[in-house]
């Protein structure tokens, strides 16, 4: 235990977790610059690139993110963020072995199961590591590794593809098409990584830094398959009676009924050819919009019951957390900005390619600009903001509405423009500005739960983020794409959320409490 690490102990811990949380969105977003040889090499229509990018990953990243969440504030979280690295590492080298639609989806699940552990780990450890000043600018630089890692996929991507198919334009070693390679070869890292996590990085005292140490749970795995439980039938409906009973079965029956209903109107909008069957069952077509949909809703009645299941056996978290309107806000508002950036990034180098005539190699170019404007915006993001909360208690959110008003202006000409200069100085800038909420809003939240419930706070902001976010958002411009025959149109549908994301954290910062502003 290390209760006071030292200034270069703290600075190499964030240091370690900010890359590994890079490799967690490099083996994330990886599909975006394989979307073009996916489509061609599995055949797949726009509306299944978004569900492999979003929803079967999405739903099982947020789900397992709850009890993950709970087995990280009971347990070591230095094992819980390294175990789930190995994890999702297997599972993104497992990818490139894939023969079809359905395997890679599993092999995407795997992923989401894996990744599930690393944040809320890993923003629990830097909070015992940095004092309470420090947390918007800590978690900025640590949220920086999305986009370093966003960027990083694109350029590792793009160049391997492309060396590949130079290399061996026929007869690749052991018949490994370039997307297929990609994985193996992005996905191997992470396990050195997993060990290096391992065996250098201390487990602090938890609270310790704030004057509140905390033990762990006496049997934290009990307490996070405990979580599982609540989440997916039948298990989710065992030890209930009565009218718990009664609502818990409601609510199942409406999220089937609602997932047909949609399923049924969206299969309604495309054509045969658009609408595939993926597979099927006592002869019933199973479609990407069946798959979409009936995990959607799995996930709702998940969340649902999950949080019924809170408030019973945990009223405090519940107060904290669910029963927090400022807290509510930010989770949703980040969930709902969040559909708009993974749409848009899920698609972003399918649209450079089938409108700015982008080829593999230029992914070099887009993930440069997404890592450098993407680290730079998280980072400055939260020193702005640490300096915005000491003048007032909402500085903060603040500093995001700005960013999301100012980087919806730049997607605006990004999305319009047919130039590729203008394009990528728009993209820069884009990323630059849409970036710069991270480490506001967590910080924030943050500061409205206890120590004990840390881990448990940044997987409800998780759960908001990617499912609504990750879930809908890719799925969303998919769809759109495949019904409107237009890819721009789609991207540019997404912009209409901006007045929701800013009506959202201003209405949190009516609801923050009241006090000094920063400590």
């Not at 600075?11 to 977003?29: E, M």
């Not at 397992?64 to 390294?82: C, H, K, P």
């Not at 830097?126 to 350029?155: C, E, H, K, N, W």
Request: proline share 5%; glycine share 12%; net charge positive.
């Amino acid at each position: 235990m290390e209760p006071s690490p030292s200034p270069a102990r703290r600075a190499y811990v964030l240091g370690l977790f900010t890359l590994i949380y890079a490799f967690n969105f490099i083996d994330r977003q990886i599909v975006s610059i394989l979307a073009p040889e996916l489509k061609a090499a599995l055949g797949l229509a726009d509306a299944q690139i978004g569900l492999l990018f979003g929803t079967a990953f999405a739903l099982f990243y947020a789900l397992f993110g709850l009890s993950l969440a709970r087995l990280a504030d009971g347990w070591n979280r230095v094992r819980t963020l390294g175990l789930g690295l190995a994890l999702w590492s297997g599972m993104t080298m497992l990818s490139g072995l894939a023969g079809n639609f359905a395997q890679l989806g599993l092999a995407r699940i795997g992923v989401g199961i894996g990744e599930a552990a690393a944040s809320p780990a890993a923003m629990s450890v830097l909070q015992d590591y940095f004092p309470r000043r420090q947390r918007a600018t800590v978690l900025a630089i640590y949220s920086s590794g999305i986009y370093l890692g966003m960027g990083a996929s694109l350029m590792l991507g793009g160049r391997i593809v492309a060396w590949w198919q130079a290399r061996w334009p026929e007869a690749p070693p052991f018949g490994l098409a370039a997307w297929q390679a990609t994985y193996l070869l992005v996905g191997a890292p992470g396990l050195l990584l997993a060990l290096l996590c391992w065996a250098t990085v201390r487990e602090p005292v938890r609270g310790a830094i704030d004057g509140e140490p905390q033990p762990g749970d006496a049997e934290p795995f009990r307490a996070a398959l405990g979580v599982a439980a609540t989440l997916m039938p039948p298990f989710s409906l065992l030890g209930l009676r009565g009218p718990r009973l009664a609502r818990n079965l409601t609510l199942l029956l409406l999220c089937a009924v609602g997932a047909w209903a949609v399923t049924a109107v969206t299969d309604g909008l495309l054509s045969p050819a658009r609408r595939p069957a993926v597979a099927y069952l006592a002869g019933i077509a199973i479609t990407t919009n069946l798959i979409q949909w009936s995990a959607i809703a799995l996930g709702l009645y998940a969340s649902l019951s999950w949080i019924a299941a809170l408030r019973h056996h945990d009223p405090q978290a519940t107060a904290l957390i669910l029963c927090n309107k400022a807290f509510l806000a930010l989770a949703v508002g980040g969930g709902v900005l969040s559909l708009g950036s993974y749409g848009l990034s899920a698609f972003l180098m399918l649209y450079a390619t089938r409108y700015l005539g982008a080829g593999p190699a230029d992914g070099l170019v887009l993930g440069a600009i997404s890592a450098v404007a993407g680290g730079c915006g998280t980072a400055l993001g939260g020193v702005i903001a640490d300096a915005a909360h000491r003048r007032h208690a909402g500085g903060r959110v603040f500093v995001a509405c700005a960013a999301v008003m100012l980087s919806t202006l730049c997607l605006a000409v990004q999305y319009t423009s047919h130039s590729w200069a203008v394009f990528l100085t728009a993209h820069g800038l884009a990323t630059l500005f849409l970036t710069m909420w991270l480490g506001p809003v967590f910080a924030t939240a943050q500061d409205l739960v206890s120590p004990r419930i840390r881990g448990l706070g940044v997987a409800v902001q998780f759960l908001a983020i990617n499912l609504i976010g990750l879930g809908l958002g890719p799925y969303w411009v998919g769809l759109a794409s495949d019904v409107t025959g237009s890819l721009r149109v789609a991207m540019l549908s997404v912009l209409a959320l901006a007045p929701v994301v800013l009506a959202l954290f201003l209405s949190a910062v009516r609801s923050l409490p009241a006090g000094r502003p920063g400590r």
